[in-house]
Nanobody
Framework: QVQVVESGGGLVQAGGSLRLSCAASGIMFSVHDMGWYRQAPGKQRDLVAIITVGRRTTYADSVKGRFTISRDNAKNTVYLQMSSLKPEDTAVYYC???????????WGQGTQVTVSS
C-alpha cells in the first residue's frame, strides 16, 4: 500500500520558518522525483519545488532564496525548509512522488501552512 504523508505545517508569523516533511512508503523512493506543491483557497495548485532522482532542484520564482528542498533516500523522506515566510505563502502544501519514467504518480493529503502578518 502506497502512503505519502506530509507533516510539519502550522501557524507561523511573517518572517518565521517552518520545515515540512513528507514520508513515502510502499514505493521505490529513490527512483521518484519528489515535489512540493501548494494550493491557496480559490486558486490552482502550483509547483513550489522539485528535487529529482539525481538531486537536481527547481524552485518557483516566488520562493527562490527562501525555501530549500532536500531528500533523504535512506529515510524515504523529502523536506521543505521554509524561511522568511510571507502571508502569501499561506496554503495547503502537498507532496508529490513521480517516478522518473512517469509511470507512477502519488499525492499526499496535504498540510496547512498559515502565515500571519
Amino acid at each position: 500500500q502506497v502512503q505519502v504523508v506530509e507533516s510539519g505545517g502550522g501557524l507561523v508569523q511573517a518572517g518565521g520558518s517552518l520545515r515540512l516533511s513528507c514520508a513515502a512508503s510502499g514505493i521505490m523512493f529513490s527512483v521518484h522525483d519528489m515535489g512540493w506543491y501548494r494550493q491557496a483557497p480559490g486558486k490552482q495548485r502550483d509547483l513550489v519545488a522539485i528535487i529529482t532522482v539525481g538531486r537536481r532542484t527547481t524552485y518557483a520564482d516566488s520562493v527562490k532564496g527562501r525555501f530549500t528542498i532536500s531528500r533523504d533516500n535512506a529515510k524515504n523522506t523529502v523536506y521543505l525548509q521554509m524561511s522568511s515566510l510571507k502571508p502569501e505563502d499561506t496554503a495547503v502544501y502537498y507532496c508529490n512522488a513521480n517516478s522518473y519514467n512517469g509511470r507512477t504518480n502519488y499525492w499526499g493529503q496535504g498540510t496547512q501552512v498559515t502565515v500571519s502578518s
